[in-house]
């Protein structure tokens, strides 16, 4: 049987294969620590294909540079053993729910989601900090011990260092938010399906470096708009500033061209419709344009209803939409010009996103009100809240239908609160997945004393009263609609580090290891982690059965079926196969010898050759 790997994927290794098939000629041999032969890229030459001319000095180019920026993207690559483990006490309807919210390092989350979400999210949104001098930003320790790292680092939280307070006299302020973010949105970009889409919320002091950044890692062509966002209803007196910020930036970018922004639709209420026939009601409109100056088209001047267009004029609409147009008897020819009838059932507006939300999207004053006063009832609850009008905006000029919208710096999960507000509205089945490290709230703070005691208790709440009031507003137009949410938590792996670092093995820990999984972990946390493994999402429903004497997990009808028993009834085979399941995975203690595990193997090969059969 097949060992599932159990960590993220490297993806320094998928890269050397993709370039190696666009040019196996650079494709050279190097060592590891180890010792072991494997395969490199031999830059210089790869340099040198690229180029149209002799390469020899690359130390003068158009690029933001900084200290930690070539850390970061080698640290985006590296695979982690890092997992999910399920928490249903804080979920809300958790077998029936597609809706996510994972508590943790939102880069290793976006590394743990990798397999499973690739190309799978339509947009993300994301309010990160915005690197004022006031801010806590993250700092990440994957190679440094944890003393070196907070030598390094100078100061960590009550946790060990995930965040530190990025104060402006520090000599790497823009340095170190910039490989913060860097390596995040390097490793978010893969999750973005090809016609997704990114937005994010920033302000003055750092909107020039990511747009920088973001043009590297998305491409400058695959930039959107800026859009602009009154945050503030009046001007306020902050001292030493010149000037009072009113707005507050939204970039926005697409993973590539076929992404495109919804045109919004809106009816004429106005309008009336004197003339009808067959097909309903209809009013008239005139399909000619002026023919001169930058409107000179001459392509557009052929033959309608055997009419062509008037002298001076062009019509305004093509040679093949007017054809169809003329077999569905649209037009009316007056003896003097010809018409488009414009029937009153068809009847709507198009028109593009606008960039300036300076009137319509709300405020955080009133996002405050909103969040605090009216939903949680606790003055001062959550400072500066996006508005759930904004993201609902941004959503409903990127989103229909079913898509996945990750918000991965969730906060107080406006995301959430809005992407359920826009499904109740117009019938969507939108998914969300909110990432939210368990950051503390000041223990002087009304969050804290009311017994909030990080922002991720606080987001988990506001999605449970703001999923129950929408549900209750809307409970005869969206009976069916998803309030819920599956709670996971970021942990080490559940299997043993001997499985990874198999040298390190020694000889008073045999006796310990009849298991390869940690004694704390449940078969839940197991399953968890062989759904990720294997690139499945997590939203899949899962059936819990019980079949002969042993417990057996059910995702997706077939898609996997797992039993962590430790001692499984081998009828359980025959019971599997009648399910017909594409992948089976037991634990490797599940059996009692190695005869036992090749007769199952050799079982399900009879039964389902097709199946692929895996242990943990």
Request: hydrophobic share 35%.
């Amino acid at each position: 049987m097949d060992k599932l790997k159990m960590q993220t994927p490297d993806l320094t290794d998928k890269n050397i294969e993709q370039i190696a098939g666009l040019f196996p000629n650079v494709i050279t041999e190097t060592k590891d620590e180890n010792g072991n032969v494997k395969k490199a890229v031999d830059f210089d030459l790869l340099k040198q294909i690229l180029s149209k001319s002799l390469v020899d000095d690359d130390n003068e180019r158009y690029r933001l540079d900084w200290p930690g920026k070539k850390a970061s993207l080698l640290k985006a690559n590296i695979p982690i053993t890092k997992t999910l483990r399920p928490c249903r006490e804080e979920s809300v309807n958790f077998d029936t729910t597609e809706n996510l919210y994972i508590e943790g390092d939102n880069f290793e989350v976006l590394k743990i989601l990798q397999e499973s979400y690739l190309g799978k999210v339509k947009m993300i949104y994301i309010d990160p900090p915005y690197n004022t001098g006031n801010d806590f930003i993250y700092k990440d320790d994957f190679k440094q011990s944890k003393e070196e790292y907070e030598e390094e680092l100078g100061t960590t939280d009550e946790e060990g260092g995930k965040l530190f307070r990025n104060t402006d006299s520090n000599g790497r302020f823009h340095s170190d938010w910039l490989s913060m973010m860097y390596e995040r949105l390097l490793a978010a970009r893969d999750l973005l399906k090809d016609d997704g889409v990114i937005f994010i919320s920033i302000d003055d002091n750092e909107v020039h470096n990511l747009r920088k950044i973001c043009d590297e890692i998305f491409g400058d062509e695959n930039f959107v708009a800026n859009f602009l966002w009154k945050k503030k209803g009046t001007t306020s007196n902050v001292e030493g500033a010149e000037v009072s910020s009113l707005l507050d930036s939204t970039l926005c970018y697409k993973k590539s061209q076929c992404a495109k922004i919804l045109q919004r639709i809106k009816k004429k209420e106005s309008r009336s419709y004197p003339n009808n026939d067959d097909e309903g009601n209809y009013r008239l409109t005139v399909i000619e344009k002026k023919d001169s100056g930058s409107y000179k088209r001459d392509t557009m001047k052929f033959k309608i209803l055997g009419q062509a267009p008037r002298d001076g004029k062009r019509w305004q609409l093509g040679e093949k939409k007017a054809n169809e147009l003329e077999t569905m008897n649209r037009f009316v020819y007056d003896g003097e010009k010809i018409q488009l009838k414009i029937y009153d059932f068809e009847d709507r507006d198009t028109y593009s996103a606008q960039p300036n939300l300076l009137d319509f999207c709300s405020s955080s004053e009133k996002a405050a009100i909103a969040l605090n006063a009216e939903l949680f009832k606790i003055p001062e609850l959550f400072d500066n809240p996006k508005p759930t009008e904004l993201i609902w905006h941004l959503v409903n000029i990127i989103s229909r239908g079913s898509d996945i919208i990750l918000d991965f710096f969730a906060g107080s999960a406006t995301t959430a609160h809005a992407v359920m507000q826009l499904n109740a509205e117009d019938g969507g089945n939108r998914k969300f997945i909110m990432v939210q490290l368990p950051e503390k709230t000041d223990e002087n703070s009304e969050a804290y004393k009311t017994g909030y005691k990080t922002i991720a208790e606080i987001g988990k709440e506001r999605i449970r009263r703001a999923g129950k009031k929408i549900k209750e507003e809307n409970v005869t137009t969206a009976p069916n609609l998803d309030i819920g949410f599956r709670v996971y938590k970021t942990d080490d792996t559940s299997i043993k580090d001997v499985f990874y670092h198999p040298k390190e093995l020694k000889q008073d820990l045999l006796l310990g290891l009849e298991s390869n999984i940690k004694e704390d972990r449940t078969p839940e946390d197991l399953l968890t982690q062989v759904i990720l493994d294997l690139g499945l999402e997590l939203s899949l429903p899962i059936e819990t059965k019980r079949m002969l004497s042993n417990t057996v997990y059910i995702v997706q009808t077939n898609a996997l079926i797992a039993c962590f028993d430790n001692d499984i009834d081998f009828k359980i085979v025959d019971a599997i196969s009648d399910l017909k399941p594409l992948k089976v995975v037991f634990k490797d203690a599940s059996f009692k010898d190695d005869k036992d595990r090749i007769n199952v193997e050799e079982r399900f090969k009879r039964l389902l050759p097709e199946t692929k059969v895996m242990v943990i």
